[in-house]
Each structure stands twice: as C-alpha cells, then as structure tokens.
C-alpha cells in the first residue's frame, strides 16, 4: 500500500496491534504520522513500537503505545484522560478494534461483549476526545462491515438478552457504527467534525480464526486463497484518514473508497438518534 502523507497529524489507531489494524499503522507510520496506537496487550504494544520507529526511521515518542481492554469501561475512560493529557489536537481517531464472539459473554460493566467492545466503547472513546478533536477539525473513522445488513438493530434488546445469534449480533454491532457515524457527523459536522466509516472487505486477519466452526487450519489455508489481505483491508481506512470529502459525504459509509452499499435499515436516521441517546445512558454523558 502506497503511504499518503500524514506529517503534521496525529493520529489514534485502536485495535493496533494485528490485522487492519495493524497494516494501518504502518500505513500511518510510514507517512510522518505521530501516531498512537491503542492495544490490550503491552507486550504486543511495546513491539509494534519498536517495529514500525525503527523500520521508518523515527524518532522516540514519535509512536506511542497505549493500553486499553474495550470490555472495561474503565480502561476506556483512563485511555481518554491518557490521550487529551498527551496531545492537545487529534487530527484522526481510526476506531478499529472490534470482536466477533461465538457465545454471549459479558463484561465487568454488565453488557454484552459484542456490543460493547465494538459500539459502546468507540463511541465513549470519540466523545471523550471531543476537545482535542474539534481543535484539530478532526475526523473520526470507524471500521464497520457489510455484516451490517443481516439484521435491524433492535433497541429493546441491545443486550441480546433475549436471543443470542453470533452473525447477527455482530452484524448488529456493526450497523451501529453506521448510525454513530452518521449521528456524530449530524451533531458535530457544524464544528468542523468528519465522521466516516467503512467495509474492509473479507480480511484474512486473526478475525476468522475466532469463528466457531472453521478451524484456524482451514480458516487460514481458505483465507489465503480466496480473502484479502489487511493491506488491503487497510486501504480505505488509511485513505479516508487523509481524503478531501466533499461535506455532503460526511457520515457516510464506504467501501473501496467508495460510498456505499448499505442496507435499507442502515438509512433510519431515527434508530441512529435512539441509539446515541441509549448509548449515552449506558456509558454515561
Ligand atoms: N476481517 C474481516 O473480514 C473484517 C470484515 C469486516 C469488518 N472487520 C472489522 O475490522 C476490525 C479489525 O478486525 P481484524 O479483521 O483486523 O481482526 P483482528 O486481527 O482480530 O483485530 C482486532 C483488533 O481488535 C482488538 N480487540 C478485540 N477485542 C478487544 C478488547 N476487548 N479491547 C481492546 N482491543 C480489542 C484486538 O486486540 P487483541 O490483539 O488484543 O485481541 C485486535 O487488535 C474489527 O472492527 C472487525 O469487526 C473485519
């Protein structure tokens, strides 16, 4: 993948330390970025550290690793205080981090795993970097998926307390950082905001190895074949980082750089307006 230039932002990259993720910061790291990569695992962190400053040459504090375990609120919130402490304008917030899970497991707020990791924690993220964000005339991308059209989001069950369906409620979660973009883009594209969001397509990352029934054998010799790479997964997150939008195009979903497909759900700007307010009372104001 061939790097834009991105010297002079600053960058926030979650779920960093594989897959897209990961493929990006090099993207970003290549191209001047000062870059913050968010991960769970320090270790990992740390590596990815030394990796990407010594293979583009840069300097110490240029890249900086910061932890954070999306199931725990908490981490959220010190991961917020621990960025806006760090830089005073954030040009691009790349929200990545995401799970599928097979079972319905719940974090130590009381929500389900899925939804909170791949929605609520974003979405507490974004709205705890406002400050530096606006300051920036930043922008704020979220890597959601075409899973977003096997199911309407049912507000009543955020929670799928009721009926636990892997695909669904990952589909679920997805379509919700469709309406977040939206409804951030809504609220703060008066400001200077731009929220985006986007389909990498099918990536051969670690993400298939997660999914019940396809062993990492067969996840990985199938992948290989006929899924594409986090490069390119990558490209349109990378590309949309750095990409002068024309303003009607903010909030929108792309893929291959592109607008579109969505759903027909995907365009209820009311569910969009319901989700935030709920959102807002499950991870607070
Ligand atoms: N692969 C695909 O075909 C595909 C298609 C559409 C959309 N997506 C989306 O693309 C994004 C990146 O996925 P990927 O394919 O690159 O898979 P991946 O390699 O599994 O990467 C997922 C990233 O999210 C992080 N993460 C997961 N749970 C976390 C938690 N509780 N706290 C903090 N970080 C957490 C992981 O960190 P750890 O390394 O610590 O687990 C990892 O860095 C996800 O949002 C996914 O939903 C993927």
New binding site residues.
Partial sequence: MASPAFQNKTILL????????RAAAHAFAQGGARLLVH???AE?GRDLVKELTTTYGRHQGDITFHQ????RLDDVRALGREVTAAVERLDVLAN?????SSTREMTTDGLEQTFQ??HLAPFLLTRLLMKPLLAARGRVIT?????HMISPLYMADLQSKKHFSPWPVYGRT?LANIYFTYELARRHGAEGLKAYCF?????N????S?LRGISKWGANALGKLI?RS?EK?ADTLVWLAGAALPPEQNGWYFFDRKPGPLARHALDRDAALRLWEASEQLAGR
Wanted: without cysteine; positive net charge; charged residues 10%.
């Fill in positions: 979650t779920g960093a330390t594989t897959g897209i993720g991960g769970r695992n990992l954070a375990d999306l199931t990545n981090a995401g799970l599928f990791v791949n890597t959601s998926s075409r899973a997805k389909h990498p397509g099918v990536v990352s670690r993400f298939f997660n899924f986090s997964g």
